[in-house]
């Protein structure tokens, strides 16, 4: 019964979506992706204060995987207006990738407001294809509350095993599905039609850890958590880090 309900609400939301898929048909969609960068930069204020404690976690023994010179050079994946500049390291070296060229003007203010690292350059790529960047040029790769809305996931992980040297590491932290039994999970399936658009392409019922339990890195510290005070749609998370 529960699972007819699922599907028959998931059906009412996909129908309340139609107008969004009009919008894309007839070209307004490119609207959205330039708004969707100002909306994304003032959430990001909010989910740092609730995820300050979980993302210091997350990145504070980054500084052991610069190279044997001292130097880390560090590449973000999807960037966004550059949320997680404030929890890297003083003197590392940043190279931004994002698809959406719309986010470079907030990414310049979040620049302006960390001095404390050095910036390379802004890429507008996407993590499937990072062909300007390097085989083993970087020793640590980040992307955060981005696998969820990429094309390929497998295609941006072996990118990002690609441009990390060997013994570099790969820092995730995403929301993901949760358990198919739960009311969280009920209301994922339901509203992922309208949250993808809203979201530009965010995926809520994505188990995003098998994806990188397989990508072929040689050592994995992966952990499942409840974010503190987010909506419960993306209350399931996974946070960690993978050696190459």
Not at 46 to 59: A, I, P, T
Not at 162 to 189: C, I, K, N
Request: with cysteine; glycine share 6%; hydrophobic share 40%.
């Amino acid at each position: 019964m529960k699972v007819c309900l699922m599907k028959l609400c998931r059906l009412l939301c996909s129908a309340l979506s139609l107008p969004l898929h009009a919008m894309q048909v007839i070209g307004l969609r490119g609207m959205y992706k330039r708004l969707f960068p100002l909306l994304a930069y003032n959430v990001t204020f909010s989910y740092n204060d609730k995820m300050h404690r979980v993302k210091r976690e997350l990145f504070r023994n980054m500084a052991k995987f610069a190279d044997t010179d001292g130097t880390l050079r560090l590449l973000e994946i999807g960037c966004g207006s550059g949320a997680n500049f404030k929890f890297y390291p003083h003197g590392c070296t940043v190279i931004c990738t994002d698809p959406n060229p719309h986010f470079e003007k907030y990414l310049r203010m979040s620049m302006d407001a960390n001095q404390h690292l050095t910036y390379d350059k802004f890429m507008c790529v996407s993590g499937e294809d990072m062909r300007g960047v390097r085989d083993g040029s970087a020793d640590v790769v980040v992307c955060t509350l981005v696998l969820c809305s990429v094309s390929n996931v497998q295609q941006v992980l072996q990118e990002a095993r690609r441009v990390l040297r060997t013994g570099g590491a790969f820092y995730f932290l995403e929301h993901v599905v949760s358990d198919s039994s739960s009311w969280t999970y009920f209301l994922q399936y339901v509203f992922e039609p309208l949250w993808c658009f809203l979201g530009d392409g965010c995926m809520i019922t994505r188990a995003t850890w098998k994806d990188i339990e397989v990508a072929g890195f040689s050592e994995l510290n992966l952990r499942h958590i409840d974010a503190p005070d987010v909506s419960l749609m993306i209350r399931p998370h996974i946070m960690g880090y993978c050696i190459k």
